[in-house]
């Protein structure tokens, strides 16, 4: 990727003395074309960085899934490039969405980890540390597209 444009392209972060820059050429070389093309409906589902879809759950984290999991970069490829998201594309996010919450779940709904999860906590879970329902899920998928 840094060698087809020829230019680098730098983000500047943090604040005051505490400034880096990052290369995102060597950072898209790195990740890999799949995973870049990704980017753009992670980015649309996970949120952005002022207004979180998914309350404690930070990019780094859905980047990571969709790294290890071809499945998970083909719907985010499919989301970054559709406007409508079929019930095939909604069963995939909401797969996704509770591998996000829950590494080794085997629930691919999120009603069903938000159950199994307030159950595993005797009922002492904050609605914080929960998915989201499948209704606000729903919301969210019309809201991205």
Known sequence: MHSEIGKRILLRRGQKN???LIDISKLGTALGK?????????????????????AGKEKVKAVNLIRKNEQFR???VHLGQQWSVS??????????TCSMYCRNTKAKEVNELRY???????????SGQLPPCKDALI??????C
Do not use: P
């Open 18 to 20: 505490q400034i880096r």
């Open 34 to 54: 799949e995973v870049c093309e990704a980017l753009v409906g992670v980015h649309v589902w996970t949120g952005c960085d002022s207004v979180s879809s998914f």
């Open 74 to 76: 083909d719907t985010f």
């Open 87 to 96: 019930d095939e594309l909604f069963d995939a996010l909401q797969e996704f």
């Open 116 to 126: 199994n999860m307030f159950c595993a906590r005797k009922g002492d879970a904050s």
């Open 139 to 144: 919301a969210t998928a019309y809201k991205t």
